[in-house]
């Protein structure tokens, strides 16, 4: 890694090189054992990591605490500039940060660097924000009233994250929270502490350079259990977590059991439908870099290919084709279309699935590899797999979070191709590839995809940030980004004043004293 820069990046991010000790964050709640992150795309080790012990969760936990009972007086426009500062350290940081998601993550390059960017969008759209927090203003049924709403932040919100946008979800989260008045506290994925801790000492420099407490944005490294700290916690409203629905049911319970709220974002099981009036080029583009970017490790990924059976044969051969054409290799060398997945334990579910599509009937089209010998010494690089298979199979109904790609065919109307798509039990992003006006709009009715994201003539993965994020079902139902999701990091006020010297009750109620 290091011909393409990777030590100055480091430096760059205030990360310590292995031989220099422990990276911790700048406010530096760790002190418990080492976590040591291994790169997927060479298997070297890239630093240490100080995990978060109970008792370091609970220093963060005041530091926030503090935090939140000055930064909820700051007016929004100038908590919106604070924003904007660590937009413009994000823009020159940008190829660092970019460079480190690749590494530690596995992502190509140009994702890594879509990643960061993705995060200076948000920030964009947050200082906007800032000043367009509104509530409505009703008219009352009492004389000499007036009735408004108004959003008033909510505290801490706790922000938990996945490994395979270690960066961009956690400003998802925070870029909003921090414009509504809310404090942070974040636990990254335990598979990627240092962009976590690259993050915090970004975050941490602007906060410093404003004279504002550090407890506005904390960072609690480790894994599941610091997760269980903060879920179990009444001081932490609002909890946010992305991962997989496996987590999500637990977070989700954890949260609900103290009636707190929670922002899920968990696993998706995405499809395009393919009619005969669809674009083949454009359909081929659209489905191969969602089954294979990222390594098939988006949630927006995509899983299944739903193809009208009278072109089947073709898109089949277009799809299989443009697969022989993938490079795979070190997703820093931006001459490669694929990278590594996370690690072995994710090859081991890979070639699980691969087996268990066979088992159940299915036909490999592209056999899957695990590739070994030069640059590939991680163990963590595979090549992209497509099964032809039924929607009914146990295996096609799973997330498997890799390059497998599932093609299914569909007969008739459109109609049945929607009900392919909506029998998961997720119901993260969907799309439909056609030039025919009346299948789109079919596909976008209420009786058309039943997922969060639906897309006309583009593929799953990828989405801007101006749009609500999230899905339904076992996705999870949270919603993250852009459009008005940033209502649930503010709690409602209704107001109702009376400027009269009478006092009348509502409904026409009498009560004389
Ligand atoms: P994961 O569920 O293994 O872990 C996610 C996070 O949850 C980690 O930080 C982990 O430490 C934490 N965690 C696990 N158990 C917990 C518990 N009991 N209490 C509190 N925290 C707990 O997921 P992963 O492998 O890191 O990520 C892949 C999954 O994330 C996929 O299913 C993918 O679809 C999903 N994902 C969803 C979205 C979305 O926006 N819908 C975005 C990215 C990833």
Known sequence: AQQFGMTEALAQLGIKAVNEGTSTGQNNFASGDILESYSPVDGQLIGKVKMSTAADYEKAMQAATEAFKTFRLMPAPQRGEIVRQFGEKLRKRKEALGKLVSYEMGKSLQEGYGEVQEMIDICDFAVGLSRQLHGLTMHSERPGHRMYEQYHPLGIVGIISAFNFPVAVWSWNTALAWIAGDVCIWKPSEKTPLCGIACQNIIAEVLKENNLPEGISCLVNGDYKIGELMTADTRVPLVSATGSTRMGKIVAQAVAARLGKSLLELGGNNAIIVTPDADIKMTVIGAVFGAVGTAGQRCTSTRRLIIHESIYDKVKDAIVGAYGQLRIGNPLDQNNHVGPLIDTHAVDLYKKALEQVVAEGGKILVEGEVLSGAGYESGCYVKPAIAEASNDFKIVQHETFAPVLYLLKYSGDVENAIELQNGVAQGLSSAIMTNNLREAEKFLSVAGSD??????????????????????????????????????????????????????????IKFDL
């Open 451 to 508: 997922c969060g994201i639906a897309n006309v003539n583009i593929g799953t993965s990828g989405a801007e940030i101006g749009g609500a994020f999230g899905g339904e079902k076992e996705t999870g139902g949270g919603r993250e980004s852009g459009s008005d999701a940033w209502k649930i990091y503010m709690r409602r006020q209704t107001n109702t004043i009376n400027y009269t010297t009478n006092l009348p009750l509502a409904q026409g």
